[in-house]
């Protein structure tokens, strides 16, 4: 890193953060589109390839373009160091590779990504790495399910698509009781609303293909701590394999430049949209943990400076009135991504959670009536007047 960027605010970070320049010292970061790097002789090779002596080798172990990106994300998060990943499973994946091994036990909140159930249930599983499933929000819970082989526990907060929140500082502390690692999905806000390490986490795991692209472009992953966490799941990365395009890299690096002007103009949209469905008499509950209505309000406002983008709402009439809606925008993209500039809708019930049994949803509170909406750029006059179609005012 380069210069005095413990010192500077968040917003210098976003741009300067990591900057790393070439002898041909262009201003913009660089995108080293290469495989592998050149030595001037045998010497010089072996001196690498032996640790000796600093450098690029091949772009699977690092290229200066992902440097850039990690270093830039660390600063952001206020970690040590980061590692990058092909995508967010890929980063949480290797969270559990790098750090545990067989016999060690982790603790979820049951209220995260849907394709992290099959990862900790099935393969996870199969490397002799079990998992308790607790409720996001009862620290109890978390307290209660520590056997002394837990090694990690993992949440994401705010949760999606109902915004339950995890009290990081709380878990923190179960965590530290227990020696385990406390890992924690920072996907949905990102560092520009919420930094999880400032208050007791020992890792941070983002899908870079949400908000820190912030324009669905590209898949990519990253995992913030300390040197010393960071350094296993390095090395799985750097051996298993899971990397990063130098390009993905590159498109989240710049991303990251308008990461909290984003992030708070589309919290401020989603904030707007969240009482106007409110007042809707068509909606019957609006999950948004920025409404004075969250049962979890002091806690979200006490660990974020605000709540993100994505707003989801119960829709009276079921699964035909949440469709009628869904079938009715002419601008909002029917797409079950998020963190796009681009406003989104889905329907949870049969798309991302469609795999999950009509028990299961019922237990977790996917009604069929339910609808997400990740909230992007445009005029929050239009995507609400888009809604309203839907709703049979147009
Ligand atoms: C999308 C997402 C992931 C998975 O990321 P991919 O980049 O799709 O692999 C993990 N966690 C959260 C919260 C996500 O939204």
């Not at 210069?3 to 002898?23: P, Y």
């Not at 080798?57 to 290229?63: A, D, G, M």
């Amino acid at each position: 890193m380069a210069g005095n960027e413990k010192k500077s605010g968040f917003d210098t970070l976003a741009v300067r953060g990591g900057l790393l320049r070439s002898d041909f010292q262009e201003h913009s970061e660089a995108l080293f589109l290469t495989s592998s790097f050149v030595y001037k002789n045998a010497a010089e090779a072996a001196r690498k390839f032996a640790n000796e002596e600093q450098g690029y080798i091949y772009s699977r172990f690092t290229n200066p373009t992902v440097t850039m990106f990690q270093d830039r994300l660390a600063a952001l998060e206020g970690a040590e160091a980061c590692v990058v990943t092909a995508t967010g499973m890929a980063a949480i994946a290797s969270t559990v590779m790098g750090s545990l091994k067989s016999g060690d036990h982790m603790i979820s909140s049951r209220s995260v990504f849907g394709t992290v159930v099959p990862l900790f249930d099935q393969i996870c599983k199969k490397f002799g790495i079990d998992t308790t499933w607790v409720s996001a929000a009862n620290v109890d819970e978390w307290r209660a399910a520590v056997r002394p082989n837990t090694r990690l526990l993992f949440c994401e907060t705010p949760s999606n698509p109902l915004a339950e929140i995890c009290d990081i500082a709380a878990i923190a502390e179960v965590a530290k009781k227990a020696n385990a690692i406390f890992a924690v999905d920072n996907c949905l806000l990102t560092p520009a609303l919420q930094r999880p390490m400032e208050l007791g986490a020992d890792l941070v795991i983002h899908s870079a293909t949400k908000y820190l692209d912030g324009q669905g472009r590209v898949l990519a992953g990253a995992v913030c701590g300390s040197k010393k966490l960071i350094e296993p799941i390095y090395g799985f990365v750097r051996t298993a394999g899971p990397a990063i395009s130098p390009f993905n890299a590159w498109i989240c690096l710049k991303g990251m430049e308008t990461l909290r002007i984003r992030m708070d103009a589309q919290s401020a949209s989603s904030l707007s949209l969240a009482h106007w469905l409110t007042d809707r008499p068509e909606v019957a509950k609006v999950h948004y943990a920025g409404l004075p209505s969250h049962p979890q309000r002091a806690l979200a406002a006490r660990q974020a400076s605000a709540q993100g983008a994505v707003v989801s709402f119960e829709v009276k009439g079921g699964r035909d009135a949440a469709w009628r809606v869904v079938d009715a925008v002419k601008m909002i993209s029917i797409t079950a991504n998020l963190g796009d500039t681009k406003t989104t809708i889905t329907h949870p019930a049969t798309t991302t959670h469609a795999r999950v049994s009509q028990a299961e949803r019922d237990a977790a509170g996917i009604s069929d009536g339910l609808l997400r909406v990740a909230v992007g750029l445009e005029n929050v006059e239009d995507i609400c007047e888009d809604l309203q179609r839907g709703f049979g005012g147009l």
